[in-house]
């Protein structure tokens, strides 16, 4: 039985199916010493090597994380600046690796999920899921009915229309500062930060405090992660309108 080369290494956990089509249009990929294309289909037996190195065909439990993310960390593995990395605290792998749910800026703390299986990733992010993204938002100033309707009835941004499904009051932290909370259904670039900037106003602090049915428990302090349980690794799939093919293999170590 053959699958599509893309699949099987993101559910092996090397990346999205995305990321892994473009790591073999640019020649990154091949199958038997040969360079892979897209569209290549593999079985078990097949020799699969990325950057020249040896991919072995094995099959794992994969693994689930919610992570509290801190500002000052990126989600990037490699940067040129040397800043932390969310990946430095998370568990070592063998034969596998992290993939996050989508990124949070620097600044930016809360909830990030992470992943091995690459396609599960991939589903949760993209848009046709339509999972909600809820932040809590400290706007420096005051914010007009009008103001909130106009981010409600959505903004043309640079990279297109945007808009929160959802906008509620908080708690006034003091006479300078209002809290929000806010829902968006994508996760592009910047994308909270940048509506409340269509309307003039400054975002003093950003945190995501839900990523669909998943929010931070108290016990998780920023920087700490925590395994998720097996019921709600069955939450993630049907989020992301998935069948778990892998029942009897995927758990939690």
């Not at 229309?161 to 806010?182: C, H, L, P, S």
Request: one cysteine or more; charged letters at 35%; proline letters at 3%.
């Amino acid at each position: 039985m053959t699958e599509k080369l893309q699949k099987v290494l993101a559910n092996m956990g090397m990346g999205s199916r995305r990321g892994i089509e473009v790591w073999i249009e640019e020649g990154r990929v091949s199958v038997n010493g040969k360079k892979a294309k897209l569209g290549d289909r593999v079985d078990s037996e097949d020799r699969l090597a990325v950057d020249g190195r040896p991919i072995k065909q094995q099959k794992q439990a994969h693994r689930f994380l919610l992570y509290n993310k801190p500002s000052g960390e990126i989600c990037s593995r490699k940067d040129p600046e040397k800043r932390k990395s969310v990946f430095d605290r998370l568990p070592k792998l063998k034969k596998q690796r992290w993939v996050s749910v989508g990124r949070l800026d620097y600044s930016t703390s809360g909830l990030l999920l992470f992943t091995t299986d690459g396609e599960l990733a991939n589903k949760l992010m993209h848009p046709s899921s339509h999972i909600d993204r809820e932040y809590a938002v400290r706007i420096l100033g005051n914010v007009s009915d009008a103001q909130i309707e106009n981010m409600k009835e959505g903004v043309l941004l640079e990279d297109g229309f945007a808009r929160f499904t959802d906008i509620q009051k908080g708690r006034d932290e003091d006479a300078a500062n209002n809290w929000y909370y806010v829902v968006v259904m994508e996760g592009r670039n910047r994308e909270v930060r940048r509506l409340w900037e269509s309307q003039g106003l400054t975002v003093s602090r950003l945190k995501r405090v839900r990523y669909g049915s998943f929010f931070i428990p108290s016990a998780v302090k920023a920087g700490q992660y925590t395994d998720i349980k097996p019921k709600d690794i069955r939450m993630l799939y049907e989020m992301a309108g998935m069948k778990r093919h892998e029942k009897k293999r995927v758990r939690n170590r």
